[in-house]
């Protein structure tokens, strides 16, 4: 068993209606896929699958990663999320089971808990995230290891333990030093802040 599977092995995925995308993926178009009529975006659930090199855009997606590694992709959304007939934005959660990227790319994306993507149970592995946007994020268990982080940071939360199960979560060598960070950002659960790197002027403080 993989060390990112966290001891958890693959469940039985309950019915969604989603398209399921497994094992080694060469290609895969989001923008293409039918788009659900109660949600009205493509609502796609990636299982135990091997993703390498491709370009995933999220605009009008609905996008759920359970136990699934992904290598060297780049993730893109449009600068400004719209809000579809339905009422929906696109959405979903990196890591709604355990999973992995490596050297991946993560580009205007909104990490939001609700509304947004979630980075969930993901594991993170010299990934970057170039001008994403951070409003409303809350990464609970999320893993981060010699990422690179870039542009405004506004109304995140960082957790360097899951205060829901006790995990501690492996958060290291990471680089902000090219983040804006406003007030509104916090590091809770002993986040490991000695073990990251910051802006000169910036002294982040872990509070429970």
Not at 135 to 148: F, K, P
Not at 198 to 208: D, E, L, Q
């Amino acid at each position: 068993m993989p060390s990112w599977w966290r001891g958890q092995p693959p469940q039985q995925p309950r019915p969604s209606g989603a398209v399921v995308v497994r094992d080694d993926v060469a290609r895969l178009d989001l923008s293409s896929l039918e788009r659900s009529t109660d949600l009205g975006l493509a609502h796609v659930s990636v299982r135990e699958a091997h993703v390498q090199g491709l370009d995933l855009c999220l605009d009008d997606t609905k996008l759920t990663v359970w136990w699934s590694q992904f290598e060297d992709c780049v993730f893109t959304q449009r600068a400004r999320p719209v809000t579809n007939a339905q009422g929906y934005t696109a959405q979903g959660s990196f890591g709604a089971g355990p999973s992995r990227y490596r050297s991946c790319r993560f580009e205007r994306v909104r990490f939001r808990t609700t509304t947004g993507f979630s980075m969930g149970q993901a594991t993170f592995e010299e990934c970057e995230f170039v001008h994403c946007r951070w409003e409303g994020a809350r990464a609970w268990s999320a893993d981060l290891v010699d990422c690179r982080f870039t542009g405004r940071m506004d109304g995140a939360v960082w957790f360097g333990t899951d205060r829901r199960t006790g995990r501690r979560n492996v958060v290291r060598g990471n680089d902000f030093t090219e983040v804006a960070f406003t007030d509104n950002v916090g590091w809770r659960h002993d986040f490991p802040v000695e073990d990251q790197r910051w802006p000169s002027h910036y002294v982040p403080v872990s509070r429970f």
